[in-house]
């Protein structure tokens, strides 16, 4: 079963604009992980947070986590056309060698030019 | 270096025939997956290998088997593929030492028929 769910579902914006999304997750993590996905294409990997941290920044994204909440937002600063792509949140156990990352359903993000 | 990489890009098969997805990575990584990735449902988790010589079930399981061949090579078979079988296949590797992401390959698009 699913164990993130993003929100929005879509989300249109003119570049330029922040682009937030939010994602909610179930049970304890060992970690948070952002990934993108444009159309067509695999996923690549954004940015990864710790259930021990509470914001991380990398270029124009923004990242937080609230563990007490069971929540993660990911912001774009200043979206580009480039952007637009379908966003995914993933969390992560801790199993060691049974490492397994649990997708969210993602959010499509279109950047008007 | 390649990264990720899967054969076929497309395929179409007719109910009943049995195919093999084939995944290689060259970045020696340990932990190789398989998913899938269906309209609205983001990525669910086939099957999984931890290492060389081993694998497990993931959260959908039903109807594939797996080989994990040597290090570099995971491949996903079909014994007799069904119209819900229909989706589009990501393979994914993940470095050892405790690394936490998961690197991409393209994908392969499957319609059974």
């Known amino acids: 079963s699913q164990q993130g769910e993003e929100d929005p579902q879509a989300l249109s914006i003119q570049e330029g604009e922040n682009a937030t999304m939010n994602c909610s997750y179930k049970?304890?993590?060992?970690?948070l992980q952002w990934y993108r996905q444009n159309s067509g294409r695999g996923l690549v990997h954004l940015i990864l947070?710790?259930?021990?941290?509470r914001e991380k920044h990398s270029g124009r994204l923004r990242v937080t986590l609230d563990t007490s909440k069971k929540s993660s937002s990911l912001l774009i600063t200043a979206s580009r056309a480039a952007d637009t792509a379908s966003y995914f949140c993933?969390?992560?156990?801790?199993?060691?060698?049974?490492?397994?990352?649990?997708f969210g359903k993602g959010t499509l993000l279109t950047v008007n030019p | 270096n390649a990264g990720v990489t899967q054969t076929p890009k497309f395929q179409v098969l007719k109910t009943g025939q049995s195919m093999t997805l084939q995944c290689a990575q060259d970045?020696?990584?340990?932990?190789m997956y398989w998913y899938r990735q269906d309209p609205g449902m983001g990525l669910r988790l086939i099957y999984y290998?931890?290492?060389?010589?081993?694998?497990d079930k993931g959260e959908v399981p039903n109807g594939y088997n797996v080989s994990r061949l040597n290090k570099r090579e995971f491949s996903l078979r079909l014994e007799s593929a069904a119209p819900s079988q229909t989706s589009v296949y990501f393979c994914?590797?993940?470095?050892?030492?405790?690394?936490?992401?998961?690197?991409f390959g393209p994908g392969t698009r499957l319609t059974v028929l």
């Open positions: 993933a969390t992560g156990n801790s199993g060691g060698s049974n490492y397994k990352l649990t």
């Open positions: 049970t304890s993590i060992n970690n």
């Open positions: 947070i710790r259930s021990n941290e």
């Open positions: 290998s931890a290492s060389e010589g081993t694998t």
């Open positions: 970045m020696n990584h340990n932990s």
């Open positions: 994914a590797s993940r470095p050892p030492g405790g690394g936490q992401t998961q690197y």
